[in-house]
């Protein structure tokens, strides 16, 4: 059984940033990724990353978010500046077999239990 554990979330302003870490135990998957859910709306995706280091992020992300991975420890981060107010959800860090398109992993195998990020105007 992979464990993902999130750290990192909190609250901010408006333009500030702050950096999410996920850590796994266990089965090393070839796509993580970031998602993120706000209350009424559907989960997204928001970066993702293969094991090779290549990385697919929806618009939003773009310019803004940047994933990474240390293979070594088996952990992804995911580096958001520039923040707004929409940007305020509950982050998931996840594990899947393949990547898709769009900050997703597809075929995920394991959700961590999530941090929340706050971004005040």
């Known amino acids: 059984q992979v464990q993902l554990v999130e750290s990192g979330g909190g609250s901010v302003q408006a333009g500030g940033s702050l950096r999410l870490s996920c850590a796994a135990s266990?089965?090393?998957?070839?796509?993580m990724a970031w998602f993120r859910q706000a209350p009424g709306k559907e989960r997204e995706g928001v970066a993702s990353?293969?094991?090779?280091?290549?990385?697919t992020y929806p618009d939003s992300s773009k310019g803004r978010f940047m994933i990474s991975r240390d293979n070594a420890k088996n952990t992804v981060y995911l580096q958001m500046n520039s923040l707004k107010p929409e940007d305020t959800a509950m982050y998931y860090c996840?594990?899947?077999?393949?990547?898709?398109?769009?900050?997703?992993?597809?075929?995920?195998?394991?959700w961590g239990q999530g941090t929340q990020v706050t971004v005040s105007s």
């Open positions: 990353i293969s094991s090779y280091g290549i990385t």
């Open positions: 266990g089965y090393t998957y070839y796509c």
């Open positions: 996840a594990a899947g077999h393949g990547q898709g398109g769009k900050g997703r992993c597809a075929g995920i195998g394991s």
